[in-house]
């Protein structure tokens, strides 16, 4: 394998996705690795976990800052680490258009919606008062936009007659946990090309060759 992409995880609160994606790197043949967590929260629950792991944290308090003046706090912290991939894992503040622009289609999140149905917060709500049938999660390229953006993986999950918004959000959660680090290891191959609204998942070999037995 050629060298790991180096991401960044922004998070604001336990950041239980965040978790899947370290766990995912563990395994050494993974294409990217972990090398800062980044929280706005200094209480996040998710900074105790990533130190745990050995990996370097840093807090970057939206407090007292405009959007502009946080994205490029945010922005500095990234790149100090050598970041080239940021992946927001419960992160809650709105990013500035300057600050996703930058990261444009190396910014990428997780939604527990199978977008574009069900964007903003209270999705499991949503979706339970609208009576789907089917529920799930997205992993897109973030725009300035909110929850828009290429998509890059989705999984669906039944909705169950009775079920409350715990236990579709659990259900959901269990499928985010699966699908994240599927969406990076896809971006981190350079296998996502953005054509427009949308991403075309390229072969695992570019060079089109075939191997027996294969990689995934
Ligand atoms: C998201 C979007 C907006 C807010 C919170 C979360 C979903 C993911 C996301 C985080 N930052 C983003 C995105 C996104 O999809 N696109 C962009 N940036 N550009 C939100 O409005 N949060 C408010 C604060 C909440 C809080 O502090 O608890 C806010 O005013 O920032």
Wanted: glycine share 10%.
């Amino acid at each position: 394998m050629t060298t790991r992409r180096k991401v960044a995880v922004l998070i604001s609160g336990r950041g239980s996705n965040m978790r899947a994606l370290v766990e995912a790197t563990r395994d050494p043949g993974y294409p990217a690795s972990i090398v800062v967590v980044i929280s706005n929260m200094a209480d996040a629950g998710g900074l105790d976990f990533a130190r745990g792991a050995g990996i370097a944290t840093e807090i970057v308090p939206h407090r007292g800052l405009d959007r502009a003046a946080h994205g490029a706090a945010l922005d500095a912290a990234i790149r100090k680490h050598g970041a080239d991939l940021v992946c927001l894992a419960g992160f809650m503040r709105l990013l500035d258009p300057g600050f996703v622009e930058a990261w444009r289609d190396r910014l990428i999140n997780v939604h527990p919606s199978l977008l574009p149905s069900f964007r903003g917060l209270d999705t499991h709500a949503k979706a339970l008062a609208a009576g789907v049938k089917i529920a799930g999660c997205t992993v897109h390229f973030v725009r300035a936009d909110v929850d828009a953006g290429p998509i890059i993986a989705q999984a669906a999950v039944p909705v169950r007659d009775g079920d409350t918004e715990a236990e579709l959000a659990a259900r959901i959660l269990a499928q985010e946990h699966r699908i994240y680090p599927l969406a990076l290891r896809l971006v981190a191959e350079g296998r996502v090309r953005v054509e427009g609204d949308r991403t075309i998942i390229g072969a695992p070999d570019a060079t089109g060759s075939l191997a027996n037995p294969s990689t995934p």
